[in-house]
């Protein structure tokens, strides 16, 4: 059996995040143009009904599975597109799509892939309160499905220590939710009391919450899974604003750096 | 003298990398809602000249007076946007208005300051060859304007050694030219020699170049000011593909990690 005479398409699209303000013209036209869409049922939802696209929804741990399904799509032809909120290629679909393609038949190889990028989590819950990514800074998942939990205790220490920002994905879930307050519990030693924290949550959606708090007093009770994590450097301030909420920011200057 | 009645509006707006099809919608508003425009010229240049829309362009390296003239010119009642490559608040004009306002009057904090964010540059690079910031990556300036080398150094070696990938910003330019050589130098003596390494210049533009290499390989002469340079790590993979350019990505499980 021959495969299809035009070779199938695959988009992997960042939805950005929450709101339909995120969704760049890249990823419009890249949603607009697909036959099928694949994606995690809550981020498909976001995604416009179009006639004659298929949508394939699925579990939101499921990605390995949507991936494959996506994949074998496209390699009859179809022009596919995986759906994903903030950007694909950060803790998202990108990665799981590519290593289902690493391990599939060589077929898939010819298959035309593009990533399309979106504004992922960790700058929308920056933008909501000024600019705490403004220096050198780490992107680092909590989850410890994947990898072992000494390794994430490993990275925050080297991160933390060398004076990086952190911003926190995946903090906690049912199955997984102690880790955030042991990452916590490390970084108090590491780092002073006074340390802006910031909990973004759903930001764009009506249930966002934005809350700015100390590390002395940052509680893993207001992280859920939608929530993205922000930790301060010793370069991260904050501007008290009477009647408006504080911004934060960390200074593009590090020469008083003790870390 | 008394202030303005109504309180002046300040927007630190991402166009995203070099084409419109990354500007997001509540990009493209912010925009159009402005009676005055402030940026390097370059990203100026990128916005479409409206009616009645002061256009205030300076140079690449002013970007303390530029935020300045900005948050002078909102407190005078105006709605002003400041506009920025990228992410503004990713090694750009986010934190300088910021630091200029902590700065400043204290009529300026009751300012309504808005940041409006986009797609930086690290994911636009990374989006064109796969998902290599597809697990836990560091986002680190080369520049030691505003920070001892020193410091570049210690970051670049706790960020590698404990197996993040690294997003390299602001890697060389006429006045900084011998950085990314040691940066790179460095960093062969803590990763393998086959460590994927992108160049990615440019992303959008038509003169956009995006290269993958290894880190033994890696030319600093490749990189210029318009550079961003991704090194994998130990979780990198590189899809070849018959016909088609290579894929990278990094893997999200990180079980057999020795970093």
Redesign the interface.
Known sequence: MSGPLVPGRLAVVGL?PG????????AE?ALAGAEALYGYAAYLDRVPVRQGQGRYASDNRAEGARAAAALRHAAEGASVAVVSGG?????AM??????E??AGPESW??LD?K??????AM??V???V????????????LSDN???WE?VE??L???A????VLALYNPISRARPWQLGRALELLRGLLPASTPVVFGRAVGRGDERVTLTTLAAADPESADMATLIIVGSRQT?V??????AP?V???????G?SA
């Open positions: 950005g709101d339909a303000c995120y969704l760049t013209a890249e036209a950007d694909p290629g950060v803790f990108a990665a799981a799509v590519l290593e393609l690493a190889r010819a892939i990533i399309v990028p979106g504004v992922t700058l929308a920056a933008a909501r000024g600019a705490p990514l403004g220096h050198d800074f780490c992107a680092l998942s994947l990898k072992p390794l490993r990275r220490t080297a991160a220590s060398a004076g990086f301030h501007i008290a604003r009477p009647g408006r911004l920011y960390t200074s593009r200057s590090a020469e750096a």
